[in-house]
């Protein structure tokens, strides 16, 4: 994961669990507001009924019966002269019940009974939890989809500036390296080197392009073993020089609609990832299966393997664990594959090394 990534989801994960505790505390005292308006509207129903009940039976105003209806009620019961003043709060409530007398009801103050034990109260807190969990995982995706356009956008508007300032200059040298003429073999193996990184410049250039605009495949039958060997011919003095040897073990043909400067690119990615993968030196091999209706081709090298996390996200845009990687190649092979109908597996080789399966639908020979 990138740093600026990292920052990101640590400022929207702080932001979002500020905005859950700020939601907790607020949904807390809209409940207790909601318990103290339930306890005095009973209350007062409470007390208009029993003074009702007084007036009705016209029973006498006596300390006698507030006692009887104190026990009874339990709450503090008083009769007292109409209008005599009262102190009034919400505990303390004053019902007229003649032109002589009022009757004035004073509870005791009544503890909140909110609960997590309480079934209404925990279901209020999970369902406000659950929902804040939707919203925020909802909004990061969003946020860390925009974050990434607006990188695809730069990046894309780099790659085309890069694009026009390079490929001309890039082909006046593959062109005047095609016409020399070598005078014996150390000339002969400049020139092929000289043309080889030309190669490794285009494909560079072209996969920034394809970064910048992804456009569809223009399929057409092809031979994928083919592909693949022609990928490596051009980088054998790459493979050599990292101390590589290639083992291609694809028997052709292998018929599939595809692309090929899309396929060549990316096994150009797979073959140039395996080589890195392997700073001292290995072996990269390659193999395939035919299964009904699909072709797998498998990318085998002896490196040390993807990590957990690379298994997991190793095909995202931006995640590398390089350094000084862009975390770019992986992302266009599974752009392509995908495109062709295809599929892109990262797997570990029990007995060491990393292996990359492509699959593509497969045509009759």
Same mark, same amino acid.
Request: glycine share 8%; aromatic share 6%; charged share 20%.
């Given at each position: ?31 207790? &507001? ?28 006596? #300390? ?43 509870? !005791?103050? +009544? ?20 929902? !804040? ?8 995706r969003e946020r860390l ?43 002969a193996k400049a020139l ?17 392009? @394809? ?8 399929? +057409? ?16 003095? &790459? ?17 599939? $609609? ?19 993968? $392997? ?28 990590? #957990? ?11 590398? #664990?390089?350094?000084?990687? $862009? ?5 266009? +092979? ?5 495109? @062709? ?9 029990p007995k060491g090394g990393?292996?990359?399966? +492509? ?7």
């Amino acid at each position: 994961m990138s740093a600026s990534s990292t920052r990101l989801r640590l400022t929207f994960g702080l932001g979002f669990l500020a905005f859950v505790v700020a939601g907790s505390l607020l949904l807390l005292a809209w409940l207790r &507001q909601r318990e103290r308006e339930e306890s005095n509207r009973l209350f007062h129903a409470l007390a208009q009924a029993d003074a009702e009940f007084v007036r009705r039976m016209n029973l006498p105003r006596s #300390e006698k019966l507030a006692g009887d209806l104190e026990q009874l009620l339990g709450m503090q019961i008083e009769f007292r002269e109409a209008g005599k003043g009262v102190a009034k709060d919400d505990d303390t409530l004053v019902v007229r019940l003649d032109d002589k007398n009022d009757m004035v009801f004073t509870r !005791s103050s +009544v503890p909140s009974q909110l609960s997590l034990r309480d079934p209404a109260t925990r279901n209020a807190f999970i369902t406000f939890w659950l929902v !804040s969990g939707v919203v925020g995982w909802l909004l990061a995706r969003e946020r860390l989809k925009r974050a990434q356009s607006e990188r695809l956008a730069m990046l894309g508007r780099v790659a085309t500036s890069l694009a026009h300032d390079i490929k001309n200059p890039l082909a006046s040298i593959q062109l005047h390296a095609q016409l020399m003429t070598p005078n014996d073999g150390e000339d002969a193996k400049a020139l092929k080197m000289i043309e080889s990184e030309a190669e490794v410049i285009a494909g560079l250039v072209n996969q920034w392009l @394809h970064l910048a605009n992804p456009l569809p495949p223009k399929l +057409v039958e092809l031979d994928a073993a083919e592909c693949v060997a022609a990928v490596a011919r051009n980088l054998e003095a &790459q493979a050599w020089h990292a101390g590589v040897e290639i083992e291609n073990g694809l028997i052709g043909p292998l018929w599939v $609609m595809g692309d090929a400067q899309r396929l060549s690119q990316a096994f150009r990615n797979l073959l140039v990832n395996a080589f890195q993968a $392997m700073p001292r030196g290995g072996k990269l091999q390659i193999s395939a299966e035919s299964h009904e209706n699909t072709v797998s081709l498998r990318f085998a090298d002896s490196g040390l393997g993807f990590s #957990e996390p690379a298994l997991a996200r190793g095909t995202e845009l931006f995640f590398t #664990e390089k350094e000084g990687g $862009m975390g770019v190649g992986l992302n266009i +092979v599974a752009t392509i594959v995908t495109a @062709h109908g295809g599929r892109l597996e990262l797997q570990n080789d029990p007995k060491g090394g990393a292996v990359i399966l +492509v699959s593509l639908p497969s045509l009759a020979a």
